[in-house]
């Protein structure tokens, strides 16, 4: 666990956001120098298990039980299966005796057992063949189905992208009228409101967190820290005529800032999502 941690961190530095606090209890989501959520890291290496009584009800409840589950699929980490199978401290005289038994009703029953079996080898040929071709077509679906996903998530960052560039733009005309000296700003007349976050989307993301494994690890996580900054719903700030300009000014610069942040990590997962194939270009639906 300290390796892969190690590994991930390396020599840089990690930021972490207060969630809440209770006494000397912090609970805090860290990012690495890449935006890697340490935690959900750890999680799907099999390194760390979910407390669900802090996830509950948050953001982070399903990508993080989603990653403790699959990390438990395939048995890695603290999840590995290292119990011995061998049988040890078998009696060497029973397994010979159970051995010669079971060669002479072998041998016995040899004849019937052939004829048997040539009887029946076209229809379990048949049966088989049928089988395989119905795994086939199962997995085909589900490879088909992961791959829509994929390409849904990229078509919804985009259209969110797209959603963060006219916010910016709206907020770029906001910060050059307050800050034009040759007139009075338009809240000074009769007030105003600040969006403080674009109102963003996220229908694609939390209904599929389940299918994330098919982006990779460090995608994923990306992802999944992307969406941990949307809010559907955004807060608004009332701007009164009496307010100073220079709090105005810092209120509408923050915004704009983030806006501008989460429009930064947006063109760093379209890119990833081209790269590995996943865009929405890459495929026919």
Known sequence: ARTTLDNVIGAEKVRCELKSRNNSIIVAQCLNSNDIDLGLHMLQNGFAIVDRSLVYGTIFEEPYIQAETRAQKQKI??????????????????????????????????????????????????????????????????????????????????????????????????????KNSDKTPNYKKAGDIVQAQPSLDRFVFDRNTDKLDILGNNLSSKVVHFY??????????????????????????????????????????????????????????
């Not at 559907?232 to 704009?256: C, F, H, Q, R």
């Not at 989460?262 to 639906?285: E, M, P, R, V, W």
Request: contains cysteine.
């Open 228 to 285: 941990a900054r949307i809010k559907t719903k955004p807060d608004y700030i009332n701007l009164e005529p009496d307010m100073p300009i220079e709090k105005v000014t810092n209120i509408i610069g923050k915004a704009y800032e983030n806006a501008d942040t989460l429009n930064t990590i947006c063109d760093g997962l379209i890119d990833s999502f081209a790269q590995g194939g996943h865009a929405q270009d890459d495929h026919k639906i």
């Open 77 to 178: 980490g603290i999840w590995a299966d290292n119990s011995n199978a061998s049988q040890i401290g078998m009696d060497n005289n029973l397994i010979l005796i159970v051995g010669l038994s079971a060669l002479l009703i072998i041998l016995a029953a040899f004849g019937w057992l052939a004829l048997t079996i040539m009887r029946g080898f076209r229809s379990v040929s048949e049966a088989q063949s049928k089988n395989i071709d119905i795994i086939a077509r199962e997995r085909e679906l589900k490879n088909k189905e992961r791959e829509i996903f994929a390409t849904m998530l990229d078509s919804e960052i985009k259209a969110n992208k797209s959603k963060i560039e006219a916010y910016m733009i709206v907020y770029d005309e906001m910060l050059k009228d307050i």
